[in-house]
């Protein structure tokens, strides 16, 4: 059976608003090594930083999505649940999540793996829309409506999943509707001996 996305595929990059690879470059701090794309669908904020980074993967679950990726030069795509990632542990330097966590199932899990696959010293931006906003209410409505099963969590909350996770997180605020959550992860930090704690404090831009 067809997800959404699936059926969204052939005309999803031209409802979207094209990101700006420079804010892009500068949140991601790159150029840098290896970067996952998680929930990266088409490639649209990761296609345009190729060439910032040694090698880009893009991990999503619909292979529609990840065919206009690869047109668009992307060779690295896999088919893989976020809570569950074919990769070992510590492997990326940057992890890019924009426009999808609140598609995952699962997102303490996810955010918890996302964490196990980072580099110490590594950076993941999670950029989602912030649900404090009355529009954004009215967007998780309709995709309730659709049968989406999105769940939009507040920033905070992401946060702290990040930080439970052994990660620093501070919280920006985005261009238009969005919200951004800038996490960490320590040098010293490492997931094998990794438990839960809180290695940092969850900052929230003032209005």
Known sequence: MLSHFDLLAPIYDMFMKPPDPLTWRDLLEL??????DAGGGTGRISAPLKSYVDQLV?????????????????????RADVSRLPFPGEIFDRI??????????????????????????????????????????GLAL?????????????????G??????GLSAEIRAGEDFEVRIIARKST????????????????????
């Open 31 to 36: 150029p840098a090594g290896r970067m996952l």
């Open 96 to 137: 890019v999540v924009v426009d999808s966590f609140h598609h995952f199932a699962l997102q303490e899990e996810t955010i918890r793996d996302l964490s196990r696959i980072l580099k110490p010293g590594g950076l993941m931006v999670i950029e989602e829309f912030d649900i404090r906003r009355a529009a954004v209410k």
């Open 58 to 78: 893009i991990v999503d679950l619909s292979d529609r999505m990840m065919k206009k990726a690869a047109k668009k030069g992307i060779a690295n795509t896999v």
């Open 188 to 207: 010293s930090s490492s997931w094998r001996s990794q438990q839960p704690t809180r290695s940092g404090p969850v900052r929230y831009p003032r209005e």
């Open 160 to 165: 702290e999943m990040a930080v439970q996770s």
């Open 142 to 158: 309709i995709e309730k409506i659709l049968w989406m099963k999105s769940r939009f969590l507040p920033a905070e909350e992401i």
